[in-house]
């Protein structure tokens, strides 16, 4: 069956935008996690929904990073008035239950100019 | 809570030798315990995982790990390394329940030499 997709899988803007990642998951996982990636370094944990739960949104660095799941699938990391620093791959994974192995998506590569 | 410990950030090995990554883990429940790889520009990729079934799990490759909940262990070891295996190696443990997200240590580059 179709994995966890990712889009855009590049994506190239420019300081003080806005920008929106999208994570659809494989169909029936109730978890969703984000991550971001920057060069050479490891995985950083940005958010986790379970379910209908409340999010865990303990990993976003700063009040620029939001998220949310509709319908509890498909899943959207924006990022407001990015900065340099943002520039990372961002990953979304996703597991049938909050506990079980994860499935990553391919990411998607966010530059900032 | 829970947590994990990678205890090496780099390690390199020459090609036919053994690999031996190291991984150590806190849980407050009996944790389910997984190792992921990642090679240069490539995703993330599950290579074992242990649910509280045999302790001694084999995965994909040619590599194994074992549990051992004296030591709060789970290191990763292959018997001869080969080139291919050159990649970023993550330890992950999770809690057991819905309620605990699942924790990525901080990774083990492998480098082998030929």
Redesign the interface.
Known sequence: GAGVSQSPSNKVTEKGKDVELRCDPISGHTALYWYRQSLGQGLEFLIYFQGNSAPDKSGLPSDRFSAERTGGSVSTLTIQRTQQEDSAVYLCASSRNGWNEQFFGPGTRLTVL | AQSVTQLDSHVSVSEGTPVLLRCNYSSSYSP?L?WYVQHPNK????LL?Y?SAATLVKGINGFEAEFKKSETSFHLTKPSAHMSDAA?Y?C?V??????????????TSLSVIP
């Open positions: 389910s997984f995703g993330l990729q599950l995982k649910t970023e993550f992950v999770s809690g057991g329940t819905s309620y605990d997200k699942v924790i990525f240590g901080p990774g």
